[in-house]
């Protein structure tokens, strides 16, 4: 039909719903399942990522930044650490520590110390600076959370969480098999 907009549920359902109602419609054939759970994950993301970068956006700070300063911030007193510790933090990839090290540290928020020991191992420490700000901005950040989750009831957190940390052990069981070596 044309003219008709994509994704319509005719008032029922949600944007997800839609789209699966489209290829329904266009290829019957296709098992269009995934959609209902990997679909809806892509949106709640976007928009997550979105609503994130509120109060990150405010502070001068990229999410890369963020996630430097607060993998410092939880490494404890005396906050630092090596590119290759930050890298393999969990959030942030090695690609791009050295740029990211280099902005906070032009924005004052870091220093890089070398060991006094091995002259060859650089780390990265937050400045007095760096701590109030990563302390301040975190708790915006986990208010911000706490808002986005407030239509979500403290079992219903709990589950989707179980849920998702399922679906990540899905997710790294279907990577591919490192064939080289």
Known sequence: MAGKPA???GGKGD??????EDWRRERPELDTDPL?????????FTRYQALMAVPIDQYGLSLAGFDVLTA???????????????????????????????RLEKDGLIVRERDAKDRRVVYSRLTDEGLRVIDELFTEHLENERRMLAGLSERDCTQLARLLAKLERSLAAAEPEDTEG
Do not use: Q, W
């Open 7 to 9: 994704a319509s549920t």
């Open 15 to 20: 944007a997800v719903d839609g789209i699966i």
């Open 36 to 44: 209902r759970v990997l679909g809806r994950l892509h949106r709640s």
């Open 72 to 102: 410092l911030r939880r490494a404890g007193a005396p906050y630092r650490l090596t590119a290759g510790e930050l890298a393999a933090s969990g959030l942030i990839s090695s690609a791009g520590v050295t740029l990211r090290i280099d």
